[in-house]
């Protein structure tokens, strides 16, 4: 990746840690995000986007063919993290409680290192077209599925309306706090991942 013709380095690693991008797509990209996360897409202009990586607005058109693009790509590279680390957790897991747990963490972590990107998935998806929206839903209900199925294999009394109510809490609950104002506290991973638990472990009537 030593010239903006190659293929771009576009894991979440790259785009939404402290390291700079390398090429030109990834600092549009990244700037991206970080504007999309501080002011929101609809108040975001591709103008915007270019004065931060110091381009032309047209010029961004040579990388991603519209605004929409943009946030098409973060939703994406979100969406692939997540996945992948539902994979890794899966691998380093022997039992349901132990996946269980490992889901958890796993997302407690990246939602903390890369929280504008997160943020941005979780907040900013709604102004996709419909059309690039149900693909994008669909990819995140198969994501939280997995913990679903995870969360009935360690609860067999739960039918699938109360688990996933409860993982819909518990991921909500881990989004919210993770990429929130006030992430500078001792310990907050593991109080969130113990919180994280707790939801799971909730009575359901």
């Known amino acids: 990746m030593t010239t903006t013709d190659e293929a771009p380095d576009t894991s979440a690693d790259s785009i939404s840690s402290g390291r700079r991008p390398a090429n030109r797509r990834d600092l549009?990209?990244?700037?991206?995000i970080d504007l999309f996360h501080q002011r929101g897409y609809p108040a975001t202009s591709v103008d915007d986007i270019g004065k931060a990586v110091d381009v032309s607005g047209p010029a961004i058109y040579r990388h991603f063919s519209s605004k929409e693009g943009l946030l098409l790509e973060a939703i994406r590279l979100a969406a692939d993290e997540v996945h992948a680390i539902n994979g890794r957790a899966r691998a380093e897991a022997s039992d349901a409680r132990e996946l269980l747990a490992g889901y958890i963490r796993a997302y407690v972590d990246v939602a903390l290192e890369r929280?504008?990107?997160?943020a941005v998935w979780n907040s900013e998806a709604r102004h996709l077209s419909s059309e690039q929206r149900s693909p994008m839903s669909r990819r995140l209900r198969s994501w939280s599925t997995e913990w679903v199925d995870a969360l009935q294999d360690a609860r067999p009394e739960l039918d699938e309306p109360a688990a996933r109510l409860l993982v819909n809490g518990a991921i909500g609950m881990i989004t919210s706090i993770?990429?929130?104002?006030t992430t500078e506290v001792d310990g907050?991973?593991?109080s969130i991942t113990s919180m994280a638990l707790?939801?799971?472990?909730?009575p359901v009537d």
Request: aromatic content about 0%; hydrophobic content about 55%.
């Open 198 to 202: 707790s939801t799971l472990d909730a």
């Open 188 to 190: 907050l991973a593991d």
């Open 28 to 32: 549009i990209l990244h700037a991206a």
């Open 115 to 118: 929280s504008a990107l997160i």
């Open 178 to 181: 993770a990429t929130g104002p």
